[in-house]
C-alpha cells in the first residue's frame, strides 16, 4: 500500500540579525517574523572624558565589542547562527571608521554563513523602530499609545502609526520632519540647515560645564526649573527647515553675559536654565511640526532619534495630541538611541522584498533617505 505524504508546506520562519556600529554604540539585535528576540548594546564611557565622541577610539571600542554582542544577542534569542536568514547592517550615515566595523562584521558573518546581507540606512531605522514588535507588551508596542488613553479622537491600540505619517527624526546629527509613505518611501519635508537639535543641547551642556552627554543632564535639571526663567533667540528660517547654529550663539553670549556678573550663576540657576534651554529648543521642533500638519493634513505624527527621549519634547507631543486631535507615537526608552533592533526591523522587511545588498557595498559617512 503506497504510504500517503503530506501535501502542505511548512513555511520557515525568518530570522534577522541586525547589527548598528554607526557612532559610540555597538549594538546586535535577533528578530523571529519582525518579532524581537533580543537587543544587546555596548555603550563606550571612554568618551566622556573628552566631552564628546572621539571617532578613533569608538572605531576601536566597536572592534572590541562586535563579537561578543553579536554572541550574546544570539544567546539570549536563543537563536543559532545556522538558523538565521539574513544579516541586516547600519551601511550609513554616520562615523566611517565606527561604520566600517560594523559592515566587514556584516559581511564576513554573511559570507561565512552562505545567507543574503542586507544594508540599512540608519535614519530609517530610526523611523521604523515604531514597527518593532516587542513581545513584551504586544499588541501595543510603544508607550507612545498611552496618549490614547487621554482622548478617543486619539485611539489606536496598534503601536506602528498607517501609511502615509508624519515622523520628527531629532538626534544628535539630525533634525528632521519626515513624511513616511511606506517603509521603504519616506520623504524629507524639512532638515536642519546647520546644527542639529540633539548636537545644540550637548554642546550648551558642555558650556555649563555638565559633562557628556548632555541630553540626559539637560532632561534631569530641565524636570526641577522655570522654562520661562530666561529667553534665548529663535531663529526665523522659512519653510519646514531648522536652524540651531543661532541659538548655541544666544546661549554661549547670554552665559558668558551672566557668568560675568555672578560667577557661580550657572551653579546659581542650571535647573532654570537648562528647563529655558529645553523649552526654547522644542519650542521651536514643534512650531515646524505643527506647520508641516497643516500643509498635509496628516495627524498621525510619529518622534523618532535619541532627542525622542527628551521628557519636554514628549509632553508637547502629549499636549499636541490633546489640542489638535493628533494620533501620537512615541518610541519606548529603548528604541530611542542607536541600537539594532530598529536596523533589524528594516533589514526584515527588505528582507521580505528580496532587496538585498552585494557584498562590495561600501559605507557612506553621508546619506539621506533614498
Not at 50 to 55: D, E, K, L, R, T
Not at 65 to 84: C, H, I, Y
Not at 133 to 146: F, H, I, V
Request: overall charge neutral; aromatic content about 8%.
Amino acid at each position: 500500500m503506497e504510504e500517503k505524504r503530506s501535501t502542505f508546506n511548512v513555511q520557515r520562519s525568518t530570522y534577522i540579525l541586525g547589527i548598528e556600529s554607526s557612532c559610540d554604540d555597538t549594538s546586535a539585535a535577533v528578530l523571529k517574523d519582525g518579532v524581537l528576540l533580543s537587543n544587546v548594546t555596548a555603550s563606550q564611557a571612554v568618551h566622556e572624558a573628552y566631552g564628546g565622541v572621539v571617532p578613533e577610539l569608538a572605531s576601536r571600542a566597536h572592534q572590541q565589542n562586535v563579537v561578543p554582542v553579536v554572541d550574546q544577542a544570539l544567546k539570549q534569542a536563543g537563536v543559532g547562527k545556522e538558523q538565521l536568514s539574513a544579516v541586516a547592517f547600519t551601511r550609513g550615515p554616520g562615523l566611517m571608521g565606527s561604520l566600517l566595523v560594523g559592515v566587514s562584521f556584516a559581511k564576513g558573518f554573511a559570507r561565512a554563513l552562505g545567507i543574503p546581507l542586507i544594508d540599512v540606512n540608519h535614519l530609517q531605522g530610526h523611523v521604523m523602530a515604531h514597527f518593532i514588535k516587542d513581545p513584551s507588551n504586544l499588541p501595543c508596542s510603544g508607550e507612545a499609545n498611552d496618549a490614547a488613553e487621554t482622548s478617543p479622537k486619539q485611539g489606536r491600540k496598534e503601536g506602528a502609526p498607517p501609511f502615509p505619517f508624519l515622523c520628527l527624526l531629532v538626534s544628535g546629527g539630525n533634525s528632521q520632519i519626515v513624511k513616511v509613505n511606506a517603509y521603504n518611501d519616506m520623504e524629507v519635508l524639512g532638515q536642519t540647515i546647520d546644527d542639529a537639535a540633539g548636537e545644540a543641547i550637548d554642546k550648551c551642556s558642555k558650556v555649563m560645564g555638565l559633562g557628556y552627554p548632555g541630553g540626559p543632564i539637560i532632561d534631569r535639571l530641565a524636570r526641577q526649573g522655570n522654562p520661562k526663567a530666561f529667553t534665548f533667540a529663535e531663529p526665523n528660517i522659512p519653510g519646514l527647515d531648522y536652524s540651531f547654529s543661532g541659538l548655541k550663539t544666544s546661549f554661549l553670549y547670554s552665559l558668558q553675559k551672566w557668568v560675568q556678573e555672578d560667577p557661580d550663576f550657572v551653579e546659581h540657576h542650571k535647573e532654570d536654565i537648562a528647563a529655558s534651554l529645553e523649552w526654547t529648543i522644542v519650542d521651536i521642533l514643534m512650531k515646524k511640526l505643527k506647520k508641516a500638519v497643516k500643509q498635509t493634513g496628516i495627524k498621525h505624527v510619529a518622534v523618532a532619534g535619541g532627542v525622542s527621549a527628551n521628557n519636554g519634547l514628549r509632553n508637547a507631543f502629549h499636549d499636541a495630541a490633546k489640542r489638535y486631535g493628533w494620533t501620537i507615537y512615541i518610541p519606548k526608552f529603548s528604541y530611542t538611541t542607536d541600537n539594532a533592533a530598529m536596523i533589524g526591523i528594516v533589514g526584515y522587511y527588505k528582507y521580505l522584498d528580496k532587496e538585498f545588498c552585494p557584498i562590495d557595498a561600501p559605507a557612506f559617512s553621508k546619506v539621506t533617505f533614498e
